[in-house]
């Protein structure tokens, strides 16, 4: 099975800020790597898929980028509404996995 | 509008069985693969199974093999999950959600439903 590993677990920023997640794959996934966001007691949201491309309605101060075993989800311009906890997952094969979660709190 | 229903969740004890179902509408249901993922109380999430948009293809967790069976009947827009040998640590939400690009399991997930809750005890 296919590892990944988000960093940090957790993370405190202002509205305003820049905040930067890492998604790190135990081998690689080309570019079959997703991105959603959930807030509490909400299903999941797909934000990007295949590494860097931005799902339909979804705010262009999200990006991502990657490739291989190492991904980056960016929020550019942190708004209140994007607290919440960020998961990647590899879509590259079977067994598909997330990584274990990055929530992003208030400060 | 592209919509997903769980049911069959509730308070089951241990060692028994459960199948859960998933409605879809808002899009033709057997041009896409679907899977089921969970999500245990202040866990992240877990990817249990995944079946092509016909049926013919299953996929399932290793760690979940021989308790999992995912299926599907494109006639009534249902996508389902059996589990045997139910234990506490199943206690999870457990959505359905619909791959983005077609018919292979292996692509994000662009819609779930909202979940059903799964109580082991």
């Known amino acids: 099975d296919i590892q990944m590993t988000q960093s940090p677990s957790s993370l405190s920023a202002s509205v305003g800020d820049r905040v930067t997640i890492t998604c790190r794959a135990s081998?690689?996934?080309?570019?079959?790597l997703n991105w959603y966001q959930q807030k509490p007691g909400k299903a999941p949201k797909l934000l990007i898929y295949?590494?860097?491309n931005l799902q339909i309605g979804v705010p262009s101060r999200f990006s991502g980028s990657g490739s291989g075993t190492d991904f980056t989800l960016t929020i550019n311009s942190l708004q209140p509404e994007d607290f919440a906890t960020y998961y990647c997952?590899?879509?590259?094969?079977?067994?598909?996995?997330f990584g274990g979660g990055t929530k992003v709190e208030i400060k | 509008e592209v919509q997903l229903a769980e049911s069959g969740g509730g308070l089951l004890q241990p060692g028994g069985s459960l199948r859960l179902s998933c409605a879809a509408s808002?899009?033709?249901?057997?041009?896409?693969?679907m899977s089921w993922v969970r999500q245990a109380p202040g866990r992240g999430l877990e990817w249990l199974s995944g079946?092509?948009?016909?049926?013919?293809?299953?996929y399932y967790a290793d760690s979940e093999k021989g308790r999992l069976t995912i299926s599907r009947d494109n006639s009534k827009n249902t996508l389902y999950l059996q589990m045997n040998s139910l234990r506490a640590e199943d206690t999870a939400i457990y959505y359905c959600?619909?791959?983005?690009?077609?018919?292979?399991?292996?692509?994000?997930?662009?819609?779930w439903g909202q979940g059903t809750m799964v109580s082991v005890s």
């Open positions: 959600a619909k791959v983005r690009g077609g018919d292979y399991p292996s692509d994000a997930f662009d819609i």
């Open positions: 808002g899009f033709t249901f057997s041009n896409y693969a």
């Open positions: 997952q590899q879509s590259y094969s079977t067994p598909l996995t």
């Open positions: 295949v590494a860097s």
């Open positions: 081998q690689s996934v080309i570019t079959f």
């Open positions: 079946i092509s948009g016909r049926g013919g293809s299953t």
